[in-house]
């Protein structure tokens, strides 16, 4: 790499090892840079889909939050007799 710097800049070997020199400086601040963005991006995500597979149980297995996100988000008529049992929450569910 120095000589690449020598050859096209028309440096000498010691000012070649300075630009080669900040150019080491400012890879290593870009790849840094990359690294926290990357890193930020997955513990988002993974923090992100705890949270929502955590909030996926009330919403499936205690009746006032099902009937509280039936009225609120899915406003369908409750189907007579499904709602009977804790484990029949999920309007889903066979019977």
């Known amino acids: 790499m120095t000589r690449e710097i020598m050859a096209i800049d028309l440096l000498t070997w010691d000012e070649a090892q300075n630009v080669l020199k900040e150019i080491k400086q400012e890879n ?4 840094t840079a990359k690294h926290s963005m990357a890193s930020f991006y997955y513990k988002f995500m993974a923090l992100g889909s705890i949270a929502i597979g955590l909030a996926s149980f009330p919403l499936c297995f205690e009746l006032n939050t099902v009937f509280w996100f039936n009225d ?3 406003t369908t008529e409750i189907p007579v007799g499904k709602a009977d049992s804790w484990l029949r929450n999920c309007f889903l569910w066979p019977p």
Do not use: D, G, L, Y
Not at 28 to 31: A, L, V
């Open 28 to 31: 290593q601040t870009i790849n």
């Open 72 to 74: 609120v988000m899915v």
